[in-house]
């Protein structure tokens, strides 16, 4: 089988490492080869670009529709307490799913069938808002919406298993821009669709996006875990959900996730519309964090990685996530806003995918999808917590009370980031020490 886009490969310098085995694709002379049980694979550019495409499907379908939801749920006649808990239904379901579906995942040692499902309840839930009015209906979409976000759980774990375990962090970048890249898309188009057609404008595009999502998704490319016929045991992924790295990477992720739903994906516009900006000019402040916090995944694990250890990453990240969230309430100037913001979603670019790809790192192919699962259903609850808490402290206290609960919730991060660090650093130094005593 020949590659349809060449023989050469942008990733011909990354050997893959599955388990024990190794792909070697140095060469540019077919794909990357696994040897296996006498049986040859191949996972060429052509996969990975595939694969890039069904993500970017998957997520355009899941954002178009955000940014006018809550408008809509409001048009359709829903009381705020009534809008906020369908919105937070998303949310919820992934709180309750992320962990049992990686945990299923492992069991069965397939990744692939859950993607499908996440592009097929994806469209199931746009065609329901699409063809209803009701609350009860919306409801029930949004719940469908969860359930597909749950997923993502699958296609982090299978495109992991693209590359080899300490060039996992730079698989999350890659992803991660995917990811920003559609939702800022998706996002940016959704003001537009409604004025132009209405309210159901989204949903259909939505849908039929994800339709074609739908039929490529059934040629992904999926790398197998090399355990054979052994079964993966209850007890195995016990000790992945207590491994401490897991926990910590999750809890921190949770902090980033929660901040960021403050933020952009919560309180930030509103804020903007307050010291002057129109519905219209809102896309610049979408654009101004999007754009960098797109960009901050390639650069960090492209180029900082190479260069600064991962907490040391961290720790800036969270530090500028602090700084840039707490200014908020003191700027009064729209464009210094967008400047501030843009800094705010590189820095918060930082974290994230790197956070994603730390979770998994050191966890066999085999038992990835439950560490996955445990780490997304954790940083759920930041994305869940962050705005409820955030909207309490704005009623008990003021509107910039929501700025300086994120901005502490970032620093929090950061003390933790260089505490957890700065004891990896010793623990480090003392085995290599053991090390050193060990070959006199």
Known sequence: MTNPLGSC????????EVENEMIDYRSCTGGFHLNTNNETRKISLYYHLFFIVITFIYWFSLYIYVPVFVEYLDYLGGAYTLVGFIAGSYGIMQILLRLPIGILSDKMQI???????????GVISCFGFALTDSLGFAFASRVLSGVTASMWVAFTVLYASYFKAEDTTKAMGNIQFVTVASQLISMGLSGYLVSEWGWKAPFWLGGIIGCLGIIMSFGVKE???????????????????KDPIVLKV???????????????FGFTPT???????TK????????????PHAIAPIITGRYLLNRYHKWSILIVGFLGTFV???IIPFVSNLQWLYVTQALNGYAQGMTIPLLMGMAIQTISLSKRATAMGLFQAIYALGIFLGPFVAGMFSQMVNFSAVF?????????GMMLSIAWGRKQLNSNRMVNNEKKIHSL
């Open 271 to 277: 804020y903007a519309l307050n010291i002057g900006a």
């Open 280 to 291: 219209e000019s809102l896309i610049i402040l979408v654009f101004s964090f999007m754009v």
């Open 404 to 412: 300086y609960l994120a901005g502490a919730v970032g620093l929090i």
């Open 223 to 241: 790398v197998q875990s090399q355990t054979g016929d052994k079964k993966i045991e209850m007890g195995e992924l016990r000790a992945v959900i």
């Open 111 to 121: 990744r692939k069938p859950f993607i499908i499902a996440g592009l097929v309840t």
């Open 250 to 264: 999750a809890l921190l992720s949770a902090l980033a996730n929660a901040v960021l739903f403050i933020t952009m």
């Open 324 to 326: 840039f969230t707490s």
């Open 9 to 16: 490969y942008f990733y011909s310098n990354l050997p893959i």
